[in-house]
């Protein structure tokens, strides 16, 4: 689960029947980006253009994949310059995330992408919504992009997801970004 499951877990976890895995623990080391990028793509990358890759997807898996099916239908890209660059990338958060997302969620996630880190009380002080914290719970449990940090309320955009969210940020009016920047800032 990527919640906490509200139940007693100490029992179990003394019989040896439980374990957690954290964020730390799901993501991908150097040497397993590397490892995907050649069976995938042979000798196109050498080791440094393969960990570029693993820096821009953050060690996720998920968008490790994203990278790679981008990089696959566009060849000539060069993947150290091409961390959100790509339109298919942009597509990608807009088609099957933002499309999929109630219109105030997905404008909230476009918003947020202006921050370093989430977190609920900086999100109601920007939008002054007051269902932030329940909204960013969904979020986290139900798209890729937002990890909670352990033991604690922030959260942190996917640096992809960021970028492409930035992009749609910078085509809200002048106005509303200057407001919006003004919140996050008081």
Known sequence: TRQALGLPLSEFAARGEYAEIGVEELRLRVDDSIGFLRARFGERFDADACARIHQHADGWPIALLLIASVLE????LDPS??????PNIERFF????LARLPAAD???LVSASI???????LLRAMTGSNDIAALLARLAASTPILAIGEG????????LAR???GRLFAAFPP?????LHWRAAQ
């Open 94 to 97: 807009t088609e099957t995330l």
């Open 81 to 86: 310059a091409m961390a959100g660059q790509s």
């Open 175 to 179: 106005a509303r970004q200057r407001e």
């Open 152 to 159: 604690s309320a922030w959260l942190r955009m996917h640096p």
């Open 163 to 165: 970028h492409a969210l």
């Open 115 to 121: 921050l370093d880190a989430l977190h609920p009380e």
């Open 73 to 76: 239908h566009d060849p000539t």
């Open 106 to 108: 997905a404008d909230l």
